[in-house]
C-alpha cells in the first residue's frame, strides 16, 4: 500500500467560503488514502482586511446564499464580529482527540445555519458538549497560549508557501484556493493515486 498523501487545509472558522467547504471536502480523506494536515488560523488571518471585508460582505452574502441554495444547506450568517480565534485553538485540542471532522462539522453550523456568535465560549463549549469533548480541557484549550500561538505560526506557513485566502488545501507543490476547487484536489488525489 502506497504511503498516504498529505493534504494541509489552511482554514479559517469565519469565513463562508470554509463553512461551504465543511460540507463539501470530505471525499478527500474518505475516498482516498490521505493524511489531513489541519492547519486553522485566527482572527483575519489569511482573509480580506475588516475595511475591506465590509465593502464585501454584500457580495459574499449573495454569493454564499447560491453556494447554500445549491447545496440545500441553511445559511444564517454570523454577527459581522464574530472572532474565530477560540474556535480555531479549540479545533486542535478536537484533533488531538480524533474529534476534528465533528468539530468542524458542528461549528460551521452553529455559526453558519444557526447565526451564532462562535467568539463566545459558550458556543463552543456546546458544540464541545455536542461531539465528547471534555469542557475542562475546552476552557484550557481556548486559552492556550500553545494552542494560540499554532494559530499565527499556521498563517505564517500559509504565507511562506504563498497562500493568499481561505479555504486553501496544499498537496506537495500544488496549492488549491477556495471550497470551489475541491474538484481539482480530487483530481489531483486521483491522478497521484494512480502513478
Not at 484549550?141 to 500561538?149: G, R, Y
Not at 498537496?171 to 474538484?183: M, S
Request: include cysteine.
Amino acid at each position: 500500500m502506497n504511503n498516504p498523501t498529505d493534504v494541509k487545509l489552511f482554514f479559517n472558522f469565519r469565513s463562508p467560503y470554509c463553512y461551504i467547504a465543511s460540507k463539501t471536502l470530505w471525499p478527500i480523506v474518505d475516498d482516498f488514502n490521505t493524511n489531513l494536515i489541519w492547519r486553522p488560523v485566527a482572527g483575519w488571518d489569511l482573509r480580506s482586511p475588516p475595511e475591506r471585508a465590509k465593502n464585501k460582505i454584500p457580495l459574499v452574502r449573495q454569493d454564499i446564499a447560491r453556494y447554500a441554495k445549491r447545496l440545500g444547506i441553511p445559511l444564517t450568517p454570523p454577527p459581522s464580529t464574530t472572532d474565530p480565534t477560540i474556535a480555531g485553538a479549540a479545533s486542535l485540542l478536537a484533533e488531538e482527540q480524533d474529534l476534528l471532522r465533528p468539530f468542524i462539522i458542528e461549528v460551521m453550523h452553529k455559526e453558519w445555519a444557526e447565526g451564532l456568535d462562535i467568539g463566545d465560549p459558550d458556543v463552543i463549549f456546546a458544540v464541545g458538549e455536542k461531539i465528547g469533548l471534555d469542557r475542562a480541557e475546552l476552557t484550557d484549550a481556548i486559552v492556550n497560549e500553545s494552542k494560540l500561538a499554532k494559530l499565527q505560526q499556521h498563517a505564517q506557513e500559509a504565507t511562506e508557501l504563498g497562500v493568499i485566502g481561505i479555504p486553501t488545501f496544499v498537496i506537495g507543490e500544488q496549492i488549491f484556493w477556495g471550497q470551489d476547487r475541491i474538484d481539482f484536489v480530487l483530481d489531483e488525489l486521483r491522478n497521484l493515486q494512480e502513478k
